[in-house]
């Protein structure tokens, strides 16, 4: 009997990912919400979104047999709060917390593991950095997007700086995050400080790398490792690599941690991904972030080199299967997916057509682009963006090694014409 999969904010390009997961002919995906109102609004107002989804999800003539979501917050906690109302499979909205609350998170990692930076809250009236962190340290907010007002503090005046802008843009997802905060049960410490106050932690660097796995209830399964790539000199993303191609020991090492971490949190039933930072000249670890979610930005890649895209994983433990992932059965050894960016603002003047586009694909295999911009936009205004450039598309390539896919990537890009003007 087929059954129903209700996906929150459910797009376009991740139906076709969803469509290429083997074992689910006979369930339909549905969405649940739009991209626009989840991902793409101004405010979220998140007792409206949850009613809404409800009765979405009530009025649906037929069974709801999963609800399932692949967003950062406040898909991320949606899933858990709508999944228990209804009694289906997935993680502990308190777990989920333990993942997305930086300063709590990175209290319950202090717990069981010491590869984690120095750290400290900052309320958004403070006057002065935190007397135990000295310069450089990173200033945040417990709760945002994509390295949005996260900013490199150097001294006393950029920490100024960098609180008053973070004062301005922290009511957009803070007051979201305080709502769901009212709804699981919290440390006191944890409940005064609440959504709208600051991390602040001490700058650590090297390779940056990225650790999937679960936790079906038989313990922590890791089932992959994707390299991040920044701009030289820059703290923005060039391209995820998969597979990584850290030394195996280090591997080893991170999918311990890894292990340690989600199995004191309790992160079950849902896939999760924890970003580390390696150095290759001292060796050390520093875990950066733990997101209870897998990475739709791997997808592709996982694809292309594995034979399937990691949202297997969430599907299959939505129902309560095994995830089964393969390994190494993709038509590709490895892959990468690229953020073609512009570090100062521009309007774009001219974007690649729809059949530029197919070209890409025709005339290159293992490779597609996505556009991020469209003709007569600002790039100050898409959203999502780091502190520091602008994305404006993204190139999946899969190859045989590295020079092939550079040179795949670099073809791409003579293929796809942009025009911008300052």
């Not at 990584?244 to 999760?272: C, K, M, N, T, W």
Request: charged share 25%.
């Amino acid at each position: 009997m087929a059954g129903n999969i209700f996906v929150l904010g459910l797009d376009e390009q991740n139906m076709r990912t969803l469509r290429d997961v083997a074992g689910f002919a006979d369930y339909r995906f549905r969405p649940l919400l739009s991209v626009e109102e989840l991902v793409e609004a101004d405010r979220l107002p998140m007792r409206s979104l949850l009613d809404k989804a409800r009765r979405q999800l009530s009025e649906f003539d037929g069974a709801v047999d999963a609800i399932v979501g692949y967003w950062d917050f406040p898909v991320s906690s949606m899933v858990p709060i709508l999944c228990q109302e209804r009694g289906l499979r997935s993680a502990s909205l308190e777990s989920v917390l333990k993942c997305e609350h930086k300063y709590w998170s990175r209290v319950v990692q202090s717990e069981v593991i010491d590869e984690h930076p120095r750290f400290a809250a900052v309320r958004l009236d403070a006057a002065e950095p935190p007397a135990d962190l000295g310069f450089p340290f990173w200033l945040k907010p417990v709760k945002a997007f994509s390295s949005q007002l996260a900013f490199r503090i150097e001294d006393t005046a950029g920490f100024t700086d960098a609180l008053a802008r973070i004062r301005d843009g922290i009511d957009r997802v803070g007051e979201p995050f305080d709502f769901v905060l009212e709804h699981a049960e919290l440390p006191e410490d944890i409940g005064r400080l609440g959504g709208q106050t600051c991390l602040a932690e001490e700058a650590v660097g090297g390779r940056q790398v990225t650790v999937e796995g679960y936790d079906a209830g038989d313990g922590v399964h890791v089932y992959g490792i994707v390299d991040s790539h920044d701009y030289p000199g820059t703290p923005s993303f060039q391209r995820y690599q998969y597979p990584s191609s850290l030394p195996e020991h280090v591997q080893a090492h991170l999918a311990d941690l890894s292990r340690r971490v989600i199995e004191h949190i309790g992160l079950r039933s849902v896939p999760f991904n924890i970003e580390y930072f390696w150095d290759p000249d001292t060796g050390a670890v520093t875990l950066l972030e733990i997101n209870p979610r897998h990475s739709q930005s791997h997808a592709i890649l996982f694809d292309l080199v594995d034979g399937v895209p990691n949202h297997q994983c969430v599907l299959r433990l939505a129902i309560g299967a095994d995830p089964d992932l393969p390994y190494r059965q993709g038509p590709y050894r490895v892959a990468a997916k690229w953020f073609v960016r512009r570090f100062e603002d521009g309007v774009a003047r001219r974007v690649p057509t729809p059949e530029e586009l197919a070209t890409v694909e025709r005339e290159l295999p293992g490779c597609q682009a996505e556009l991020l911009v469209s003709e007569g936009e600002r790039l100050s205004d898409l959203r999502e963006q780091d502190s520091y450039s602008y994305a404006y598309a993204t190139v999946h390539v899969g190859a045989a090694d590295e020079g092939e896919l550079k040179a795949k990537y670099e073809r791409c890009l003579e293929l796809l014409p942009f025009d911008f003007t300052d």
